[in-house]
């Protein structure tokens, strides 16, 4: 028996806070019907081409606006470094890649992990500032990459990671692996102690401390799923390009801190979930996707998503007053 | 002249924000040189009319005069231009700037401030007049204590010619050094010819330096009365509309097992030698003013201060010195007094409020049960009368009383002892919801707990204790057992003064 039977009778407070909630909601709806509607009415949009690289940017993206979620929602704002630890992990992935996909794919998420965490560490421990940390670590990322590969482009050896470019009835595999990770990252949030301690922290943190939550340990545990689910676009970008290189991740954290604001995401953190970031990612990619098809130039692209963030950003501001 | 009209009057105000009514032809006047308090719980509109009066909403009907002329108010410009000065509880000081500077802020004429001498003049004598004339007129303003700002804000608006000035709360964060200070600083205001219209939560205040009294309750007029023919009980009851009866509930039975010993507690630079024991059943108040220690020795029990020495044991068992996690192992948990800041998550509901912090009894193998979840939740609510409906509302959507409640439900756990340390439980709580508050404090002690409490209100400390420590500078003064309790032997002792103690 579903236990959220037991008590439901409404009350005027919670009309206004359920408005308040739909109207981001509604906002965002409206926004994605509009786009998917000119989406169907541009020519090309579906076509096979498209939609494959729609669907590769889409998950690529999707991995890492999913651990961006546990960042932000854990009160930790956001990270820059999310791109580069992606592409350091596609790096090791191609590196490793003779060794076989599996072996390959797990060392390049305990990579992702093991940089993850220690920013996590260093943010829990010490109460240093998660922007700044975010910020030095991918100073470090880059320097220490060229280091160890003079800035090279490493290549996947042979078909490898063939598994991730075939489709499973007619569906991509990087969009079910995508999906995957929706629904772990949703279930960890709803149904673990992790994720309601997340929630509580991102919340307020103060009182969180006095309730006995081990602060550290929930950040650090945030840190460690960002870095999971960045390590998993790391073996996708790692198939889709068929090369490791840090080129690959410059941006996407730009894209997935975009998505996670553009669901509704609290800034401030402790408000809410993966499935909202989800939404973001749809709308963000066939945003550019769109842009692409319209040959519209870079500027414009960076452009728009300024726009919009501005505009998910303002709206939050809203619906809190 | 003029003197036939009240300085500010209003004449049969109502007004409604949709289908609340809010005030209901309300009428009232302040008279010139007079000290008016206004009373009422929270919600009895008092902030509507100071909304109304300064021009912030609009009356549906009625009338706001100035020396007998109807105004109408678009703004709280218009009114601040008519002398109607609202002096708010959020100080709107500005830190970096100079007293002379803040004083003058926003003020047509700043860009020639230095050169003008007589806005120099006129700064002064407004310091003078709420006695902060000793400072000079370059100091920073953030370098200024809270009273002290409290005092700068009224010189700010009395500079500006100023007349009836609405102070909202002026004493809630202050010590009470300093409300002498903001109450002389009232007195010359009076002796100015200028009018205060005074709002507080604390009864005593208002027989201390008003006037006359405007009583509201549920947005109509109660009455308007002198204050030198009022006794405080009366006042309360015109408050509540119902005798005050209960304030406090009746003490529970003395004797249980000892649960609680605290030996030898020191916190560098804030509590220099605490002892006590607290018995199950029993209600122990830490009694002090701001910067006696009192309140951060309670934070200390619960694990919350890191750098404490000394020994706290409940139930012979040593806790962990400066560990939450060992408090909350034997039961020992802390209600904050600012529950903005670390007492609930406000952005959260209800719900996820009652179970935050005892998330381990409904989880199991790191997989939390919604079912546990809503059983402990609804179970909270019925321990501390949070009406059901209210699970799925956001925390901040409920009234302060019914937060604290959510703060004590949270703590209570199946076991039957504990430790409940609450710092000025009844901050922000108005005075109907507070005696729920004290009713609620005295059934959770007849479960087994023992309550410690830290109070600044005499009133609170005398009406609810078993046991009071009084404590002065982080000094343990004295101790007190229920029947040695007497308000002005803890006053004499948290403001250490013998001259009190001989009144006694």
Known sequence: MNASTFVRPASAAREKYRASMSMHAMAVGCAMAALLVVAVLTPGFISLPNLIALTGTLSLIGCVAIGMTFITLGGNIMSFCLGATCAAASMLVAHLSDAGAWLAGLAGVALALVIMVVQGLVIGLFRANPLIVSIASLSLILGVTQYVAGGQTIYVSGDALSMLKSRVLGVPAPLLVFVAAVVVGELMLRFTRFGYKLILVGSNFEAAEVGGISTWRTTVAAYAAAGLFTGVAGILLAARYGSGSMEFGVGFDYSAISAVLVGGTAIGGGQGSVLRTMFGVVFIAVMQSLLLLYGLDVQFQYLLIGLVVLAAILLQVRSKS | ?504
């Open chain 2, 1 to 504: 002249m003029g003197s036939l009209h009240p300085i500010l009057q209003a004449d049969n105000i109502q007004k409604a924000f949709g289908a609340v009514r809010a005030l209901n032809a309300v009428s009232f006047a302040v008279e010139r040189g007079e000290i008016r308090a206004l009373c009422g719980e929270n919600g009895a509109g008092k902030s509507t009319l100071v909304k109304l009066l300064t021009g912030v909403h609009r009356p549906d009907s009625g009338e706001i005069l100035v020396d007998g002329k109807p105004r109408h108010y678009r703004s709280p410009r218009d009114s601040q231009a008519d002398g109607i000065a609202f002096v708010s509880q959020e100080l709107s000081i500005v830190p970096h700037l100079s007293i002379l500077g803040n004083i003058w802020l926003g003020h047509r004429d700043v860009p020639l401030l230095h050169r003008r001498q007589a806005l120099r003049r006129k700064a002064a004598e407004a310091l003078s007049v709420v006695g902060l004339d000793a400072l000079p007129l370059n100091t920073m303003a953030g370098t200024l204590a809270l009273g002290e700002r409290q005092l700068l804000e009224i010189a700010r608006m009395f500079a500006r010619d100023a007349r009836v000035f609405l102070l909202d709360e002026p004493t809630a964060t202050l010590s009470d050094g300093e409300i002498a200070r903001v109450f002389d600083a009232l007195r010359r205001l009076r002796q100015a010819g200028r009018s205060v219209i005074f709002i507080t939560h604390r009864l005593a205040e208002v027989f201390d330096i008003c006037d006359t009294v405007t009583v509201l309750r549920n947005g109509s007029l109660v009455t308007q009365a002198e204050v030198a023919g009022l006794e405080r009980e009366q006042l309360i009851e015109l408050m509540l509309g119902r005798p005050l009866g209960q304030m406090y509930p009746p003490a529970g039975e003395p004797g249980g097992a000892t649960v609680l010993q605290v030996e030898g507690l020191r916190i560098p630079g804030q509590v220099a030698d605490l002892t006590f024991e607290a018995r199950a059943g029993q209600v122990v108040c830490l009694s002090g003013q701001i910067g006696s220690g009192a309140g951060e020795a309670v934070r200390a029990i619960g694990g919350l201060v890191y750098d404490m020495h000394g020994t706290v044991r409940v139930r012979g068992k040593r806790l962990v010195t400066g560990s939450v996690a060992s408090a909350l192992q034997a039961n020992v948990r802390f209600v904050s007094e600012d529950r903005a800041r670390d007492g609930i998550f406000l952005t959260l509901p209800v719900r996820t409020n009652l179970v935050a912090t005892q998330l381990d009894r409904v989880t199991r193998a790191g997989l939390v049960s919604r079912r546990a979840i809503c059983e402990r939740s609804l179970s909270a609510c019925e321990r501390v009368g949070i009406d059901h409906a209210r699970l799925e509302s956001r925390a901040d959507e409920l009234s302060g009383g019914n937060q604290q409640k959510i703060a004590v439900g949270r703590s209570l756990t199946d076991e039957d002892f504990g430790v409940l340390l609450m710092n000025e439980p009844t901050r922000g709580v108005d005075v109907g919801a507070r005696a729920e508050i004290y009713a609620l404090m005295r059934r959770i002690c007849q479960q087994g707990y023992c309550i410690i409490m830290m109070s600044t209100d005499i009133e609170e400390v005398a009406g609810m204790a078993d046991m009071v420590i009084t404590m002065y500078r982080g000094r343990q003064v004295g101790s007190y057992s229920r029947s040695d309790i007497s308000r002005s032997r803890i006053l004499a002792d948290i403001t250490n003064t013998a001259a009190a103690r001989e009144a006694a």
